[in-house]
């Protein structure tokens, strides 16, 4: 098919225009870096008016971005771009340097297969913690859960009560864990329990969650003891991970705001009230052989 050429007069006003836009392009300092970094003449400009100038917009509003949140394009942090391709001028998407730091910082959340992390944790570490006014018991506790975090043998357990820290000694271990390359989930437990027992009846997604859980490298349980206990949570939801975990030796970190005793009278009973004493013995069996016991104590940290 013969190609229908168009060609669009210009009045003299925009012709001069056309001219002294040409000309501020030509003289850019960007403009100028491009030309020379791909050792073009400044004629080149003149095939790629319109491209350059929107390379020019693009450049300026950069250089007075501030960080991610203050971008103002579609995908943040990503930007047109101009590339020289067979000789053509072709436009291109790039990172800025503020998402690829953000990726470089957040790398290893890509190892986590299952998360209910809050953001806020995602790059905490044992080293940010602020020990000048702690304790003596929680750096004692501290002291024995980075040591652990180096040669870890089995989990543990940590308990105490609101707004301690405990999340966040469990976020330290589970971030090592990942910026080591291991794959880890990270549940709240009564989120995960209400979710399978949302979808109880889709036995692909549930099967496909307690197969993930069983076999990441590290598991941590946060505020296990504040889900519903009914019969199915217990026995056929957490019975089954934990049983399979302690029997392939896998490292599980639980938190709770009970210790073993309680977190057991926990198990014990269903939302109806019924008691079950043998179950949650079995639970708590899998939970006490996988778990060293450590409790946490300090200052609520919420307030």
């Known amino acids: ?48 008016v319109g491209k350059f100038s929107d390379y020019v917009e693009v450049c300026n509003t950069c250089k007075k971005c501030y960080g991610l949140k203050n971008c103002p394009y579609g995908i943040q942090g990503e930007y047109r ?3 020289v391709q067979n000789g053509k001028l072709v436009i291109t998407s790039k990172m800025c340097s503020y998402l690829k730091e953000h990726n470089n910082r957040f790398a290893h959340m890509k190892q986590y297969v299952m998360n209910h992390l809050r953001e806020d944790l995602y790059e905490v570490d044992f080293n940010k913690i602020a020990l000048e006014n702690e304790s003596i018991d929680y750096l004692k506790a501290y002291a024995l859960i980075k040591e652990w975090s180096i040669n870890p043998t089995k989990g543990l357990y940590f308990y105490g009560g609101f707004g301690v820290g405990k999340t966040y000694l469990a976020a330290c271990i589970s971030n090592g864990f990942a910026r080591n390359g291991k794959t880890v989930a990270f549940i709240n437990s009564s989120e995960f329990c209400n979710e399978m027992r949302m979808n109880w009846n889709q036995n692909d997604y549930l099967q496909d969650a307690i197969r993930t859980l069983k076999n990441v490298d590290l598991l941590v349980v946060d505020d296990i003891g504040s889900e519903i206990v009914t019969n199915w949570v217990r026995d056929e939801l957490l019975f089954p991970i934990f049983d399979d975990r302690m029997g392939n030796h896998k490292l599980t970190i639980f938190t709770s705001n009970y210790n073993y005793d309680e977190l057991l009278n926990h198990f014990m009973y269903n939302n109806k009230g019924e008691k079950d004493e043998i179950n949650a013995l079995r639970l708590m069996e899998r939970v006490k052989s996988m778990s060293t016991l450590v409790q946490i104590k300090g200052k609520n940290r919420r307030f």
């Open 81 to 83: 771009d101009l590339d």
């Open 1 to 48: 098919m013969e190609k229908i050429r168009i060609d669009i007069q210009l009045n003299p006003a925009q012709v001069l225009s056309r001219q002294q836009l040409m000309q501020s392009l030509k003289e850019n300092e960007d403009v100028l870096a491009f030309l020379s970094k791909h050792q073009l003449d400044p004629s080149f400009v003149e095939k790629y």
